[in-house]
């Protein structure tokens, strides 16, 4: 009887034993998974945010800008909200190539992925450093995903994108659109900043609610114009906004020639953006280039 009870306590011992180690590789497991994430320390982000912060406040230019990134939710809450997810569906109305895609972006430090809205296996991103495209029809994306990769942050991601090194900022007199009176800010980006420096932009904002309401701009994508030069001035007017986990965007740009007078000219692009959330568990190997994609030069 000793020896039977001996054994049942030596056996519970070791149940006990590969329970508490099971245990211990599972945390060690989710520690790694949570290092490979895509989500930064907290410090981190208050580093970044207070650099920001001061930086800005140096000029009129830098706090115009401040009080627009406070007015739509604020950088601190941009980038602990982690990933950004949405649908960006660019659809020119003179019937050339629309650009529809579902977009993951990493927020902190602009890699991005793109999937077909038509087919789910069809992907193309940047990693950070390289582009790269995975389809098995060679039409499924009829337009530069180098360029488009993160074209559309650019956008959607005004005015919090621009809390970064090598941007330049200007106030412009101020304008009255929409019997609205708005802040003038130029953006210039230094040398070296990006695939096209030579872009600029020109941004609107109310005067009363600091929300971002206009944005001018042109294209001067080097592939595009190798000998220098850019498209002409585009005027995007902003609407339908929408406050996801606290951070405002608008979901409705409506793209105009830029007319002689600095009003909206001739109506050329629609963008719908939907489905628009954030995610903390994206891992950093998610926008690498899947086996067999294609790395573009």
Not at 82 to 103: E, H, K, M, V
Request: charged residues 25%; contains cysteine; negative net charge.
């Amino acid at each position: 009887m000793k020896r039977s009870i001996q054994g049942i306590v030596i056996l519970l011992m070791l149940a006990t034993s590969c329970k508490e180690q099971a245990k211990s590789i599972e945390n060690s497991s989710e520690a790694k998974q949570e290092q490979k994430t895509t989500v930064v320390p907290s410090n981190w982000i208050e580093n970044r945010v207070n650099k920001a912060k001061n930086r800005l406040a140096k000029t009129e230019a830098g706090k115009i800008v401040w009080n627009a990134m406070e007015a739509h939710g604020g950088l601190e809450k941009w980038y602990a909200n982690g990933a950004l997810s949405f649908r960006f569906n660019y659809q020119p109305l003179d019937g050339s190539t629309q650009r529809d895609s579902y977009q993951t972006v990493d927020t902190w430090s602009n890699k991005a992925k793109h999937t077909s809205t038509t087919d789910s296996t069809a992907h193309f991103g940047w990693d950070g450093k390289t582009a790269w495209v995975q389809a098995k029809d060679s039409t499924a994306f009829a337009y530069d995903t180098k360029f488009w990769a993160l074209t559309p942050i650019y956008f959607l991601g005004q005015p919090f994108i621009l809390d970064g090194a090598g941007v330049n900022l200007e106030v412009l007199d101020q304008q009255v659109y929409k019997e609205k009176n708005n802040d003038v800010v130029k953006v210039t980006f230094d040398a070296g900043t990006g695939d096209a420096p030579d872009d600029y932009y020109i941004l609107y904002f109310d005067r009363i609610t600091h929300q971002l309401n206009v944005i001018r701009y042109i294209v001067s994508y080097p592939e595009y114009f190798k000998d220098g030069g850019h498209l002409p001035e585009k005027f995007m007017d902003l609407s339908a906004y929408q406050t996801i986990d606290g951070i405002t965007f608008p979901t409705l740009y409506k793209t105009h020639w830029l007319a002689e007078n600095e009003q909206p000219g001739e109506y050329i692009t629609k963008i719908d953006v939907s489905d628009i959330e954030f995610t903390n568990n994206v891992t950093e190997d998610f926008f690498d280039a899947p086996e067999g994609a294609k790395i573009l030069e």
